[in-house]
Structures are given as structure tokens and as C-alpha cells.
């Protein structure tokens, strides 16, 4: 069975951190392309980072670029987010995602056909 599960979330303040864990299950082939996306009611779901398996580049998206850091580790199966100097518009819920293709946007959402259940972020002023 594919699947993602993330973990970690929880309420910091601002400046603070937090590490969001994602473990995944099934082929790892199935996993090539691995994400974190972000939802804020009201809000369009944001790419935040990205990486393909079989590839050192990681994806950021510009407001969180040199404040989160995406990660692997593949013998655990898990990607990770840590993510530092938070701000309170990090907040909302995070999702990982998973794809066995690599699509050219990396971006776009619809490039993954796997999605975890959700773990939200809340960060206070």
C-alpha cells in the first residue's frame, strides 16, 4: 500500500522551530518525487519544497528560502522539513506528497498523486 503519514507539527512563535516528519510506505519507486505543500484557509495550496529521489537538488520556494530545509533519509523511508525563524504567515495546515513521476513543475499539485493526511503549523506573533 502507498502511503504518506506526516507528523511534527504543533504551535510555535514567531522566530521559533519546528521539524515535520513524513514516512513513507510502498515501492520507493513510487516515491521518486517527494514534496511539502501548505494550505491557509481561503488560501490556494502552496509548494513549499521538493527534491527527486534519485537527485542531490532541492526545490524551495522563495519565501522560505534559507529558513526551511528539506531532507531524506532512506533507510527510515522519510522526508523531512525543518524549518526555522518561522513567521506567522508559515502558518496553515502541511501536507507531503509523492509522485513516481518528476514532473517539470514541481510546484504544481497536480504533479502528485499521493498526499498525506495533514499536520498544521500555527505560528503566533
Known amino acids: 500500500q502507498v502511503e504518506l503519514v506526516e507528523s511534527g507539527g504543533g504551535s510555535v512563535q514567531a522566530g521559533g522551530s519546528l521539524r515535520l516528519s513524513c514516512v513513507a510506505s510502498?515501492?520507493?519507486?513510487?516515491?521518486?518525487?517527494m514534496g511539502w505543500f501548505r494550505q491557509s484557509p481561503g488560501k490556494e495550496r502552496e509548494a513549499v519544497a521538493a527534491?527527486?529521489?534519485?537527485?542531490?537538488?532541492?526545490y524551495y520556494a522563495d519565501s522560505v528560502k534559507g529558513r526551511f530545509t528539506i531532507s531524506r533519509d532512506s533507510a527510515k523511508n522519510t522526508m523531512y522539513l525543518e524549518m526555522n525563524r518561522l513567521k506567522p504567515e508559515d502558518t496553515g495546515m502541511y501536507y507531503c506528497?509523492?509522485?513516481?513521476?518528476?514532473?517539470?513543475?514541481?510546484?504544481?499539485?497536480?504533479?502528485?498523486?499521493?498526499w498525506g493526511q495533514g499536520t498544521q503549523v500555527t505560528v503566533s506573533s
Open positions: 506528497a509523492s509522485d513516481q513521476r518528476f514532473g517539470p513543475n514541481w510546484r504544481n499539485p497536480g504533479t502528485y498523486s499521493t
Open positions: 510502498g515501492p520507493a519507486y513510487r516515491h521518486n518525487q
Open positions: 527534491f527527486y529521489r534519485l537527485s542531490p537538488t532541492n
